[in-house]
């Protein structure tokens, strides 16, 4: 069983800065590809960023250069920080764990940016 705990979200005013956290348990943590999601009020599901268990990065366009994942094996935990912060940038974030063929969810952390 993977359970993932979030945390770090908040409101935030544009141009600031968040750090989100998801503590993954269950699974082997190494060998998994982990993930932030987004969703907006009436938007699908999108991907913000993913790091391979070797270390590869992947950002969406709308996020590159402001937003950085990390990862820490040895605590089995995922890391957003998010810098520069736009008002687009307001949902709701999902951390993601892809093992053993499946994926699994956080329970998602609103991020709310605005003045």
């Known amino acids: 069983q993977v359970q993932l705990v979030e945390s770090g979200g908040g409101l935030v005013q544009p141009g600031g800065s968040l750090r989100l956290s998801c503590a993954a348990s269950?699974?082997?943590?190494?060998?998994?590809?982990m993930g932030w999601y987004r969703q907006a009020p009436g938007k699908q599901r999108e991907l913000v960023a993913t790091?391979?268990?070797?270390?590869?990065?992947n950002y969406a366009d709308s996020v590159k250069g402001r937003f950085t994942i990390s990862r820490d094996n040895a605590k089995n935990t995922v890391y957003l920080q998010m810098n520069s912060l736009k008002p687009e940038d307001t949902a709701v974030y999902y951390c993601?764990?892809?093992?053993?063929?499946?994926?699994?969810w956080g329970q998602g952390t609103q991020v709310t940016v605005s003045s």
């Open positions: 269950g699974s082997r943590f190494s060998l998994a590809t």
């Open positions: 993601n764990n892809f093992f053993g063929g499946r994926n699994y």
């Open positions: 790091v391979t268990r070797g270390g590869t990065t």
